[in-house]
């Protein structure tokens, strides 16, 4: 139990510690090895890193001594919180060290021998390995996960897909936890709105398609639905909320819809994965639901809630989606994706 | 100088006590009579109504005795600020009885021959109040304004029309000073979203094609813009702020828009009345505006502020608009169009 | 297990939520019962109370149908979550028909005759029940837990006591969560601090007198401490934090006080009960702790956090306190008087 | 009319934005020149600082360039709101360079021959410039005004110097806009309270002493009270509230400390100068007032609150105080402090 190692790149950020937490206690993976920016090498992790989440800080850690990220340190599987600014070179040469790297950085998410994966929606996408095998050369691997924005939407859409998904419009309400730390300053953020999140909009317009996408074995073919969102940033500590209107190729009706929801289920649900919530996708009745505060922390935080589904005057149909980004959308979703690929074998 | 006398139905909620904050010191405009509930009859108004707005209670409305709802006494022109509970018997009560009502009330809003006013985007609908006075046979007459999150919506979306605007998908981001007092409880606000607030979406959908319709004198001709509208609350405290993508009939140059919204001007400020905004819609450069904290008081609350214009992947365009509820889409909305009826003769 | 049966007086209610929530799997209580007043009988209790507390409703709830309060009707143990303006006279027939009333309501709390439990630190004062059955000639029995603010002070003061403890000012930063549901309204909590709780100062300053004193098995005598506290309001979920300052008959060493703090256990750890955190008290090193948000959940809710302890230039020392106001505070704190009194054989 | 040039130092920062709302349309004081550090240097102010307080950024000041804080450059008049890490030499050299140097910042508050001045409190102070001009050599001068907290409390309790104040305790709750910007992480204040800011207890212990103290022309004798302050932060843009319990040398009635507040009133009034307030101290009846968002703004934000008047089981009297920490606490202050100068004469 525990016995595969594992690494964090990136161990002391927001997203680091929110790994940890995850990591804690895992019944497959022990973490042995913490790395960070020179700043922090050579330190104990307690002091090169103020713990911020809620709780203490898991047991063991506050002794194990920051390395710096050097590839073919550590084990051979490693957990990436790094930053994009660094993210894109580190990452390239702990995978061509021969580390599988599990990252939540956005440089790789595009890349066409890249899965960019829900495991729910897109188990299937690993088979594009192969090809990152042929093409790069590397003796190891680089998989991602998205945004955090674009796991909730995906999973509320991918049930969508048998029915001819067409169009997408999507605002979303983004928690601060989100933006790192020190991350918003409390004075643009506190009873206040901000309608601007750098780079959020395209990535959730394009990764979308790409989840949704077919992998052919050979190739990832995009989903065509047309995505257009805009992103704001509220006053939340934890939780995304998305306000979504769908269209279809067909008429759809209500009871289609929720139907599609309450049977959702994917590969981590069928293999029982540690990470993977029994209930993935979860229609709420109230007609005032999901909420942040009450909904988020569902199925450990890895359940994306939905409610509200009406008619949309203009596409088919509109509905509210939530999901908990720093779980569901950041480090839940890494460790959810080594999970299926242990399944997989592709660890070994 | 303050010459007219006006009275203020429903004087002691939120909405009552702005209309007496947008009232003080008016040049025009004389507040003289304060009616409310049963329950505050005969009290003195600071022992009916604590203050509740920042700042201290305009001077010497503390002493002034709150009178019951009765149609005939106090001014011939009265604002109400009656929930809507009530609003429909009390209004048509005094209209019968020869006053003049200003209503932010939605209880006539939607009725054939009460015009759903915005001065600066359908001053002409006030003909239709021939109309009504045909019909109706009242002595007095009644005139509305929008729900709070349509004012906005109308405002940006009134320098389009020229277009020939198709369609629209917004989701707003509501302040709780609009819900009222003690209205939105803390518990459900404090960090979190409601996305749920109840018959706005409606209300948003419906009165903004009315007020973008063209009056013909005998009708009001609805527009045929299709409106879908997604409401949430957020932890604000004044400032709604819209997210909305447009469609129009015809391909429209982004500097086309540009130049509509920053030209846009109408009666309120050919006439210069006393609460028209000098800008009454600013376009923000900077790419995180508006945002309610900063933006909801500008032109004292008066002005509708919009930004981010950029191409909408599924509509043509889409951008920010914000405004301030209380000011811009309820107190100050009903004052600035007591100010146009007087400029037409409608007072007297 | 879960072998006995418990009844909830107030179950549908903010505090009521919070008792079912604390009782939800607990190993030794089965709540069977709820009653609340006129207006939810009868009802299925998910249609009698919107389900406020983050996550899911505990199972089997939901269905259960809503009772009349009334004394002889349920299990012969009952927690109150009344309201205060119903409490003492419901409690009191409760008490007179034999059941056994672990309340937190304010209503009896400092009666002579009736114990004011904080376990950690009175456990002996259950020794008045004999008073109260003698006094009374109730066939059963009430017992309190203190007001939310008052808990976390006990718990902090309690292992300081043998130090002569002469005086203490306390100033609280009270979460919204302790005024129930609706509660503070979010206009008057949003971004703002409201200095003002109706009654609570004098609680805390005479609450905390009693439950630090001696029982002498006949009387209860009061603890000579003097109490100043000046309580607010801020625009936080769960968690009091207090500034407390204390003055004692001798010198006192930061050390000593230190070992004191980390030191301090009581009879819920020694009997292991259920509802016990491991570490009742706990002292955080961090400058800057300790903080509602990270640290209100320690040990399930129940543990007290203490920290910043530095020299006070007009008493001895200061340093801040903080605990979980709805379940240290509340459901949580009548929970474990319960769990006391039936180690102490006093439910059979 | 605006006559007098003035410029601002440190002009792009949160508190330097503060100076230059206060200064825009200042009958006597012309901004005409913005200094900061070398990364701003040869900017134009609104590309070297985007502005951060609500609404626009006054007239004129886009296109002024931003200079290098050089002594001898710029007018004889210098605001300066500079942080405290660069302060001290900066001031210095200004005014050895002849400036008269009006700063908003800690480092010279405590020097014996530097005035740490509120002008209601302690004009006389000023005396002690002919000792700083004495004992410096300098050609200008430094004149300073307090910690933001502590202008609050020294407003509060300076009417009670009369009755022989003996010791204070006082607990704040401050507002995030007294960090500057980017300031406090969101993540570490939304929904949340810390208690502690580094060295502001110590700076409110020892300003507020000096402050009340006595200047006897040679030399500043520290008033004997004793105070023992704790600090918090909490989710508030705009304004610090205090709690505070006062004692007295004799026994004080609560008629002669409200007879005392309400008859404060000092040298800004007596001169009428264009930033005092009419009334610098204003109780307010209400039983939960002083409110931050409520009362914060009163006289322009430099009317400090008081309320809640109560006796304190320990000490005499307990009241809450409080004051806009960027207005009343900061730029406002300084501005004030400026015009007391030039009605005495000290500026020509």
Redesign the interface.
Known sequence: MSSIEVGVLGATG?VGQQFLQQLANHPWFRTSWLAASERSEGKRYDEAA?W?????MPEGLAQQVVNPCTPGKGPKLVFSALDASVAGQIEQAFAEAGHIVVSNARNFRLEDDVPLLVPEVNADHLDILKVQAAQRGWKGMIVTNPNCSTVMLTMALAPLRQFGLR???V?T?QA??GAG????????????????IGGEEEKI?RETRKILGACGGQAIAWHPV???A?T?R????D?H?E?V?VDFDREVADGEILEAFRSFSGEPQRLGLPSAPDVPLLYLE??????????A??GRGMTVTV??LRP????QW?F?ALGHNTIRGAAGAAVLNAELMRERGLLS
């Open positions: 927001m103020p911020r989440l809620a709780g203490p169009s997408c419009i605002t309400l601060v936890s730390y020190p991350g918003v300053p409390s004075l643009d953020i506190l009873g206040n709105v901000i309608p601007f317009e047309v995505v257009s805009s704001t509220v006053p939340v500590i939780g909320t306000s209107s109230q007609q005032n639901r999901p909420q942040p505060r009450l909904d922390d569902r409610g509200r949309c005057a203009l596409l509109k509210f």
